[in-house]
Nanobody, 123 residues
Framework: QVQLVESGGGLVQAGGSLRLSCVAS????????MGWYRQAPGKQRELVAT???????NYADSVKGRFTISRDNAKNTVFLQMNTLKSEDTAAYYC?????????????????WGQGTQVTVSS
């Protein structure tokens, strides 16, 4: 069974920093894109940043220049370094990964989500 587990959320003052981590575990054959999404109360879940297996990145305009996504393929881990945090960054942050598993000699790919980690930025 594959699962994603996030860590690193918490309460921080505006202008501060946090680093989120997400580890994928289970019978994993390969992981393609990994990313972070967030959902604030009363709002839809939105993309924060994604990273390809080769290291290509994509960011939401609202976090460009402040957030950095990276990954460690050997450890099936994705990180989100968040600097210069603002009150509008307050949300539950979810890790996402496109994970391939090998079942009966066939490769299956599914989208997996973590349980979420809360980030609260006080102004």
């Amino acid at each position: 069974q594959v699962q994603l587990v996030e860590s690193g959320g918490g309460l921080v003052q505006a202008g501060g920093s946090l680093r989120l981590s997400c580890v994928a575990s289970g019978k994993i054959f390969n992981i393609n894109d990994m990313g972070w999404y967030r959902q604030a109360p009363g709002k839809q879940r939105e993309l924060v940043a994604t990273v390809t297996r080769g290291g290509g990145t994509n960011y939401a305009d609202s976090v460009k220049g402040r957030f950095t996504i990276s990954r460690d393929n050997a450890k099936n881990t994705v990180f989100l370094q968040m600097n210069t945090l603002k009150s509008e960054d307050t949300a539950a942050y979810y890790c996402n990964a496109q994970i391939q598993t090998l079942q009966l000699d066939q490769i299956h790919e599914f989208d997996y989500w973590g349980q979420g980690t809360q980030v609260t930025v006080s102004s």
